[in-house]
Each structure stands twice: as structure tokens, then as C-alpha cells.
């Protein structure tokens, strides 16, 4: 019978490269963190979190978008693409993506227990929709 | 459930300009410093996945690897980066493993895969990037690690020791360091 493949994560390894022992350390008491450690891995994973809401040309992520249609909806797409094609090209549209990026997260979690609130950012994004696609016809179609 | 809706009519418009005036600042930090540090290939590349685990069969190995970001470059082949937060910009050895494994798992799928990656870092104190290019590790090497991985991790092989300044702040110091050697 054909042994089953070892499982390791990318994370556990690198951490294993910095040093060994710590690796083994922690898997037997645990990953203790001195106070300065804790702190910066707290700073570290707050870096990461503004990073991972930067956004970029080309970057699928639309938070409020996702959270009313779901991820892989058509809506949600051409709002990417409007994003993607029209926004991104300016210093301003730039600006204002930036800071929906800022807000949108924080929005999401706030208006979805609120089903009446989610239907009114539905027909709002609708008519949002509408628009963009009214205007430009090759927006609807999917991302290559 | 009315409690609920009127505390969220009051706080939400609150809670919501104190964050748009915060990320009006941030949009024009960001106006003039985003993507001065981004290599000129990723600037043209588009995020194929952010944050996203990937995993696959590689060998005797399963691996499974959540890139911070992954770019489909103008050619097509994926990229690997990983965002660091350090004092100097410099990429370690750990950083090119990390970065091979989650190469080696997109190469499981099927996915064509640049053989380097990016570590992103970020100074700490002042927040400042560079994006560092690393090539990533054979076949061979990556397989050579794993399995060293595997016998530490198992038993069977006695784990090195870094002994460098981190040591310092390393939380098991009191349980591993002899006296002295640091």
C-alpha cells in the first residue's frame, strides 16, 4: 500500500529554515512569544492587513460587491472591470478606490446583519450596475 | 431588533467619516508613494490570488502554502510573493523555502510558474518597500528540505540551533540555550 504523502506548510518550513529547534520547541510546548516578540507579530500582522487591502489593477477583490452578489457573480465582475479599466487609469479614481478599500471591509461587516440595509446597497449597486453597463456594452462581458 | 437599527443609524455615519477621513489620508500617502517600490514586471502583472491557501502533491509530500500574493505575469506564468515586515530589506533563506513551496504547490495544479518569486518588505519603522527578487529552489533542494523537515520533525534527526541575536527573544531561550552560548 502507497504511503501517504507527509503534509507540510509553506509557513512551518520557513519558520523550521530560520531554526530548527525553535520548530521542534514549539510543536512540543507550544510557539511562546516573549513580550517583544508579541508585540512585533502584532505590528507584523497589522502591516499585512493594510497590505492585503491595498488594492491594484487587476486585483479580484470587491468587498461590498462580494458581499451582495458573491464573488463570482457578473455583477461583481463588471464592477472589477469598471474598477480595473476605467478607475485605475487616473490619480483620482485611484484615490477613491483607495479609499473605498479603507471603508469597504469595515461597511461589510457592518451592514450584513442588516437585511434591510444589504437590499438597499443591492438596489443602489443595481442601479450602479445599470449604468456601467448601459455605458459601456464590453464591460458585461466575462474576464478572459 | 429597532434597538439594533437605531444604535447602527447613529454610529454607523460616525464610525464611517471617521474611516473615510482615514482613508482619504492614506489615498493621498498613497497617491504618492504606491508602486514606486513594486518591480516593474509585477506593476504590469495582475493579482491572480490574495492570501489564498493552495496546495498540492509534490513527491513524497503534500504541501500547502498561503502566499500573501500571487501575480499572473504578462506572460501568464504565476509569481509568488510574501510581505515581510523588517528592519533591514534583505530576503532570508526561510523566505525563498516559503516561497518554493507555495510555488511548488501552484506547479502541482498544473499552473505554469516563474522559477523566482518577490519578498515584499517593509520597514518597520518608517514603512517604506522594496521588492527583493529571490530564485526559488530546484526540485532536488526544495525535496532535500522537506525531507529534512520530515526526519527533525519526526525524531529521527537532531534539529540545528540558529544562535544568532534573535535568539534573544526567542520565547523557548530559557529551555534551549546552554549557558553562554548566546
Known amino acids: 500500500m502507497a504511503e501517504r504523502p507527509f503534509p507540510v506548510a509553506a509557513g512551518d518550513l520557513g519558520n523550521f529554515e530560520y531554526c530548527e529547534q525553535k520548530a521542534v520547541f514549539d510543536r512540543r510546548f507550544g510557539n511562546r512569544r516573549t513580550a517583544h516578540a508579541a508585540q512585533r507579530s502584532e505590528d507584523g500582522v497589522a502591516a499585512h492587513r493594510r497590505f492585503e487591502n491595498e488594492p491594484q489593477a487587476g486585483d479580484r477583490r470587491c468587498f461590498v460587491a462580494t458581499c451582495v ?48 440595509v444589504m437590499r438597499i446597497a443591492r438596489r443602489i449597486l443595481d442601479r450602479i450596475v445599470a449604468r456601467i453597463a448601459a455605458g459601456r456594452p464590453s464591460e458585461t462581458e466575462g474576464r478572459q | 431588533m429597532m434597538l439594533r437599527l437605531l444604535s447602527f443609524l447613529v454610529f454607523a455615519p460616525m464610525h464611517l467619516a471617521i474611516w473615510l477621513l482615514g482613508g482619504c489620508f492614506r489615498a493621498l500617502r498613497w497617491l504618492f508613494t504606491q508602486r514606486s517600490w513594486l518591480a516593474d514586471e509585477l506593476r504590469r502583472a495582475t493579482v491572480w490570488s490574495s492570501e489564498t491557501t493552495h496546495d498540492g502533491r509534490f513527491r513524497d ?15 501568464g506564468r504565476l509569481c509568488v510573493t510574501e510581505f515581510k515586515t523588517r528592519e533591514q530589506f534583505r530576503a532570508y533563506r526561510s523566505d525563498i523555502v516559503q ?53 527533525v520533525m519526526g525524531g529521527s534527526l537532531s534539529p540545528r540551533r540558529a544562535y544568532n541575536r534573535k535568539c534573544a527573544q526567542c520565547g523557548h531561550r530559557d529551555t534551549c540555550t546552554p549557558a553562554g552560548a548566546c
Open chain 2, 99 to 151: 516561497i518554493s513551496v507555495g510555488a511548488a504547490a501552484l506547479a502541482a495544479r498544473g499552473f505554469a510558474v516563474a522559477p523566482y518569486g518577490y519578498v515584499i518588505v517593509e520597514n518597520a519603522e518608517d514603512g517604506t518597500r522594496q521588492c527583493i527578487r529571490v530564485d526559488l529552489l530546484h526540485d532536488d533542494a526544495l525535496e532535500l528540505a522537506l525531507n529534512r523537515y520530515k526526519g
Open chain 1, 69 to 116: 452578489y458573491g464573488a463570482d457573480a457578473p455583477e461583481t465582475e463588471l464592477l472589477r472591470r469598471y474598477r480595473d479599466n476605467s478607475m485605475m487609469r487616473g490619480a483620482w479614481g485611484r484615490a477613491m478606490v483607495r479609499v473605498y478599500y479603507a471603508a469597504s471591509p469595515w461597511l461589510v461587516r457592518a451592514i450584513r446583519p442588516f437585511p434591510a
Open chain 2, 61 to 75: 509530500f503534500h504541501l500547502y502554502a498561503k502566499p500573501d500574493r500571487v501575480y499572473q505575469l504578462v506572460d
